[in-house]
């Protein structure tokens, strides 16, 4: 089965942070960019970070610029997304996707290809 799962999601207090996974099964996501998106339901799907397949090209949006970082585990099939000094606006579906090509950064949604099925960061008080 080809899927992309993501995991980390959870709980988080503002200031705090999470660090998410995506990883591959039955496709590869090494040789292939990949970004995360995040979208509240009913909303539309905003970009939030892309990264080359090399790992040493990355793009983000500039509401996460210098709290996110997006990176690739060493195996290639595993891509991250740490995420620091959470905002209450944070809070809310995030889904990777792999690129359709490996070094597209693109924010649009039509350069992704295989999506995964969301993990939830959810704010507390």
């Known amino acids: 089965q080809m899927q992309l799962v993501e995991s980390g999601g959870g709980l988080v207090q503002a200031g705090g942070s999470l660090r998410l996974s995506c990883e591959a099964s039955?496709?590869?996501?090494?040789?292939?960019?990949v970004g995360w998106f995040r979208q509240d339901p009913g909303k539309q799907r905003e970009f939030v970070a892309a990264i080359n397949w090399s790992g040493r090209n990355t793009n983000y949006a500039d509401s996460v610029k210098g709290r996110f970082t997006i990176s690739r585990g060493n195996a290639g099939n595993t891509v991250y997304l740490q995420m620091d000094s959470l905002k209450p606006e944070d809070t809310t579906i995030y889904y990777c996707?792999?690129?359709?090509?490996?070094?597209?950064?693109?924010?649009?949604?039509?350069?992704?290809?295989?999506w995964g099925q969301g993990t939830q960061v959810t704010g507390s008080s």
């Open positions: 039955g496709i590869l996501l090494g040789g292939y960019a």
């Open positions: 996707a792999r690129g359709t090509s490996s070094s597209d950064l693109s924010a649009a949604d039509g350069s992704f290809d295989y």
